[in-house]
């Protein structure tokens, strides 16, 4: 049976790494693994915030000469046991925070079973030694919700037509027959997934994947662009945003030019394209600054981007519900309460008559509308009365949105002055008090104003 470790690489470790596939380990303790192992890869930052790097489903243990040859790398750590990840289940490094659950993860150890967790601080020579989870933690890192990854295109020649058509596409291979890191990079792009659109000097949109990459011969409104390259290739479906308001990054190189990949950069430190970058793969801290900048042009642009990426968060979790093992009746009820229909609808309807900023109480008329998330919740919660209302549609779209929230007093926060703008016109106010919750209400309530409300009004991805 496969196990599941976890180890601990040094801060400094990780600053040397490239943000790119996590296809490879090394230590001295990595003889306890197996082929279809996986090993599990924190780092603790000053001053002392747990983060997972990424996992490596393992393909191969071996030892440093051979790790050399299979991986054609001379420059590598010279530890006696490697690891190198099972072919096509590469993920990019990049960090996600693990603070708020550390102590809630577990290990196979009578003598340390559990990290000890100071002041929400972790000492992370706790876990120099590597640990072996129990399945109960790893199925709360499965589930624990991952940020998401962002890509940077340069496609001057094609912008009008992959903006038109909907994606993004490669070839396989450069011209020459040789690999392209910066062409395999579409392979590695997710549903949900942020793409920045940048040609001529400005980034011209912004893009959410919606679907994974497929093979696909070279889109025939390319024309004569890319007369040279080579005729396979993959597309990745992408829904773009464009701006009206393009963002010119030699405008803000200042922030920019700290954060740059250190290789397969998609600008110059001058803030120029580079031309041989296609897709590259960018660091959170680059992919949340330019949302902040894309936010700072028009308060709104990014709420499509936000949506996509709720609707692809929640598509994936139905894909998983259906895939559990459950009286088909429960999976029904489950995926209709997506939807606010079925039982979710009816609880819902039990303590809420009417929709608290309209008014309305013609039930044809109105959407039960969940306050933590459907693709969040547990399926316990999904089927909640208290964690849903039921609200006029335009006002579904203000709070499912994060848009708006309310505090425990009943108050309405407004995420930014165009969303109150908007209100106005609706005829909504945005003084007015919408009443009382119950106490489970305000737990679900905090949720949605920590992780949804929050978020929007600070110009950030939804989790």
Same mark, same amino acid.
Request: with cysteine; hydrophobic share 35%; proline share 5%.
């Given at each position: 049976?496969?196990?599941?470790?976890?180890?601990?690489?040094?801060?400094?470790?990780?600053?040397?790494?490239?943000?790119?596939?996590?296809?490879?380990?090394?230590?001295?303790?990595?003889?306890?693994?197996?082929?279809?192992?996986?090993?599990?890869?924190?780092?603790?930052?000053?001053?002392?915030?747990?983060?997972?790097?990424?996992?490596?489903?393992?393909?191969?243990?071996?030892?440093?000469?051979?790790?050399?040859?299979?991986?054609?790398?001379?420059?590598?750590?010279?530890?006696?046991?490697?690891?190198?990840?099972?072919?096509?289940?590469? /993920?990019?490094?990049?960090?996600?925070?693990?603070?708020?659950?550390?102590?809630?993860?577990?290990?196979?150890?009578?003598?340390?079973?559990?990290?000890?967790?100071?002041?929400?601080?972790?000492?992370?020579?706790?876990?120099?030694?590597?640990?072996?989870?129990?399945?109960?933690?790893?199925?709360?890192?499965?589930?624990?919700?991952?940020?998401?990854?962002?890509?940077?295109?340069?496609?001057?020649?094609?912008?009008?037509?992959?903006?038109?058509?909907?994606?993004?596409?490669?070839?396989?291979?450069?011209?020459?027959?040789?690999?392209?890191?910066?062409?395999?990079?579409?392979?590695?792009? /997710?549903?949900?997934?942020?793409?920045?659109?940048?040609?001529?000097?400005?980034?011209?949109?912004?893009?959410?994947?919606?679907?994974?990459?497929?093979?696909?011969?070279?889109?025939?409104?390319?024309?004569?662009?890319?007369?040279?390259?080579?005729?396979?290739?993959?597309?990745?479906?992408?829904?773009?945003?464009?701006?009206?308001?393009?963002?010119?990054?030699?405008?803000? +190189?200042?922030?920019?030019?700290?954060?740059?990949?250190?290789?397969?950069?998609?600008?110059?430190?001058?803030?120029?394209?580079?031309?041989?970058?296609?897709?590259?793969?960018?660091?959170?801290?680059?992919?949340?600054?330019?949302?902040?900048?894309?936010?700072?042009?028009?308060?709104?642009?990014?709420?499509?981007?936000?949506?996509?990426?709720?609707?692809?968060?929640?598509?994936?979790?139905?894909?998983?519900?259906?895939?559990?093992? +459950?009286?088909?009746?429960?999976?029904?009820?489950?995926? +209709?309460?997506?939807?606010?229909?079925?039982?979710?609808?009816?609880?819902?309807?039990?303590?809420?008559?009417?929709?608290?900023?309209?008014?309305?109480?013609?039930?044809?008329?109105?959407?039960?509308?969940?306050?933590?998330?459907?693709?969040?919740?547990?399926?316990?919660?999904?089927?909640?009365?208290?964690?849903?209302?039921?609200?006029?549609?335009?006002?579904?779209?203000?709070?499912?949105?994060?848009?708006?929230?309310?505090?425990?007093?009943?108050?309405?926060?407004?995420?930014?002055?165009?969303? /109150?703008?908007? +209100?106005?016109?609706?005829?909504?106010?945005?003084?007015?008090?919408?009443?009382?919750?119950?106490?489970?209400?305000?737990?679900?309530?905090?949720?949605?104003?920590?992780?949804?409300?929050?978020?929007?009004?600070?110009?950030?991805?939804?989790?």
């Amino acid at each position: 049976m496969a196990k599941n470790y976890m180890t601990y690489w040094r801060p400094k470790t990780v600053d040397a790494q490239e943000w790119e596939p996590l296809r490879h380990s090394a230590g001295g303790q990595l003889q306890r693994v197996e082929p279809g192992d996986t090993v599990w890869i924190v780092t603790v930052r000053p001053p002392g915030h747990l983060s997972l790097l990424g996992r490596i489903v393992v393909g191969m243990v071996t030892n440093y000469e051979e790790a050399k040859k299979v991986l054609n790398n001379e420059d590598l750590w010279q530890a006696p046991w490697h690891i190198i990840a099972q072919p096509g289940t590469e /993920r990019l490094l990049h960090e996600v925070d693990l603070t708020s659950i550390a102590d809630r993860l577990r290990f196979v150890s009578e003598a340390a079973p559990r990290l000890h967790v100071v002041d929400g601080h972790v000492d992370g020579r706790q876990l120099e030694t590597m640990r072996l989870l129990t399945p109960e933690t790893v199925e709360l890192l499965e589930t624990y919700p991952d940020t998401p990854s962002y890509w940077w295109v340069n496609h001057r020649q094609t912008f009008v037509a992959e903006l038109n058509g909907g994606y993004i596409w490669s070839p396989k291979k450069n011209a020459n027959g040789a690999t392209n890191e910066t062409y395999d990079n579409l392979t590695r792009v /997710r549903a949900g997934d942020v793409v920045f659109s940048y040609a001529q000097g400005v980034i011209k949109a912004v893009g959410v994947a919606i679907g994974d990459h497929r093979e696909q011969e070279k889109p025939s409104e390319y024309g004569r662009a890319g007369d040279a390259w080579a005729r396979n290739g993959w597309l990745v479906p992408i829904e773009w945003t464009p701006l009206e308001t393009p963002i010119a990054p030699v405008a803000h +190189m200042d922030e920019i030019a700290p954060l740059l990949p250190r290789r397969h950069s998609p600008l110059q430190q001058d803030g120029r394209g580079n031309q041989g970058c296609y897709l590259a793969s960018i660091s959170t801290e680059l992919g949340e600054l330019v949302l902040r900048l894309v936010q700072q042009e028009r308060p709104t642009a990014a709420g499509a981007v936000f949506s996509l990426q709720s609707e692809a968060k929640a598509d994936e979790e139905e894909a998983n519900l259906w895939a559990q093992n +459950m009286e088909e009746t429960e999976k029904q009820q489950l995926i +209709m309460a997506r939807k606010g229909q079925g039982r979710f609808r009816l609880n819902v309807g039990a303590i809420e008559t009417k929709c608290r900023l309209t008014g309305t109480s013609d039930g044809t008329f109105l959407i039960a509308s969940h306050i933590k998330p459907w693709a969040d919740s547990s399926n316990a919660e999904r089927l909640d009365a208290n964690n849903g209302f039921l609200f006029a549609p335009h006002v579904d779209k203000l709070f499912d949105g994060g848009w708006i929230s309310f505090s425990d007093a009943g108050e309405i926060l407004c995420a930014n002055d165009a969303v /109150r703008e908007i +209100m106005r016109t609706w005829g909504l106010r945005t003084d007015r008090n919408v009443g009382r919750f119950n106490a489970k209400q305000k737990e679900y309530l905090a949720y949605h104003r920590e992780n949804l409300f929050a978020r929007r009004r600070d110009g950030l991805p939804l989790r």
